[in-house]
């Protein structure tokens, strides 16, 4: 028997290239906890009863996927997501009223700190001899705003975190909530705005050690990792409103892309952006519909993410709606 496809459920790809994908990956590190968490969070912010906003849970996957080259790791391949796109929209679906698991990678932006400066220990308190820690004063609303609306989601139970760094562990994590997440039907929602790499070395072929430079250039081939979308919507979570993101740095394919991505893998929208435009504008792509989404430039502090969610949750409502009286 091939080996056991690590994490959950008795689930078994029908998809030979994604079960090879699952059976060949490193273990996920503290899988029980993690669906020990994601078990609890589910329970507390889910019930049958009622189809109110409260009951809906939204996976926000945001920052990019790292490629090991080595088992124990020295170089990988990365890619440039800061992960402010998933950490926006977390914050206004956390205002829409949903429950949110934030799937992110570690080290990038976090919901509530992205008004902060980056190293906000050492630019935000000043620390005078004897007395106690204090916010200065120039910094002192923005990180009261960043404290009590982080304070609230988490007290509220509203807001659960879980990072990633390497692409085994994001597509088990990925995996996981989507099978847990089954159960809320049509009231989950995947928002998956992660960077996730196109092409990764298969562990078994991998190297132990860190590669050795004096061997000259180094010449690798990298597997293909397998698309995920279609086995969300048709095996893990079959009944989830379900958006992917399409990026491209030519804009003249970006569109037809996008397209493409929504028809073949049964996505509900696909959010096309632009890698130099991506915090301007983005253009949601529906089955029948084109919808350009600005930020708007004349309000200070604005971002595109805020009507984005707008829009996202109107729709999610309709799909609700519709699979209720289907
Ligand atoms: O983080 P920021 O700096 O704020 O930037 C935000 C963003 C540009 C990263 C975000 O808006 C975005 O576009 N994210 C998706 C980027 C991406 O990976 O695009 P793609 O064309 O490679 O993949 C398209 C979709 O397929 C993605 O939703 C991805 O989750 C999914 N995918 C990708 C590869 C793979 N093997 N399996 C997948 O399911």
Not at 294 to 303: F, H, L
Request: hydrophobic share 40%.
């Amino acid at each position: 028997m091939a080996a056991a496809n690590h994490i959950e459920e008795l689930y078994v790809a029908s998809d030979p290239k994604i079960k090879e994908f699952f059976d060949s990956a490193p273990p996920l590190q503290d899988a029980a906890d993690i669906k020990a968490k994601l078990n609890e969070f589910i329970q507390r912010n889910f019930s049958t009863s009622g189809d109110g906003k409260a009951n809906r849970i939204v996976c926000v996957t945001s920052g990019g996927t790292t490629v090991p080259l080595e088992k124990r790791c020295v170089r990988y391949i990365d890619n440039f997501s800061s992960g402010h796109r998933g950490a926006a929209s977390t914050e206004y679906f956390l205002k829409s009223g949903y429950s949110v698991i934030f799937l992110y990678r570690r080290g990038t932006c976090q919901p509530f700190c992205r008004d902060l400066p980056e190293n906000a220990l050492l630019e935000c308190l000043t620390y005078n001899n004897g007395s106690n820690l204090q916010v200065d004063q120039k910094s002192a609303d923005v990180v009261k705003r960043a404290i009590t609306e982080h304070q609230a989601a988490v007290a509220g139970g509203s807001l659960l975190k879980l990072p990633f760094t390497t692409i085994f562990e994001y597509l088990q994590m990925l995996q996981l909530v989507a099978l847990l997440l089954r159960r809320v039907g049509p009231s989950a929602m995947f928002y998956l705005a992660a960077a996730v790499s196109d092409f990764y070395v298969p562990w078994e072929s991998m190297t132990m050690h860190k590669i050795q430079s004096g061997s000259g250039p180094l010449d690798m081939q990298l597997a293909q990792v397998p698309k995920m979308l279609s086995v969300v919507r048709t095996e893990w979570a079959p009944l989830a409103f379900c958006i992917s993101f399409k990026l491209e740095t030519d804009k003249d394919i970006l569109l037809e892309k996008a397209g493409m991505a929504l028809k073949k893998y049964g996505m509900h929208m696909v959010v096309a952006n632009e890698l130099l435009t991506r915090k301007e504008e983005v253009i949601v792509v529906l089955l029948n519909d084109k919808i350009s989404v600005r930020r708007e430039k004349s309000e200070a502090g604005a971002d595109v993410e805020n009507p984005l969610i707008k829009l996202i949750v109107e729709r999610h409502s309709e799909y609700i709606t519709a699979s209720s009286s289907a």
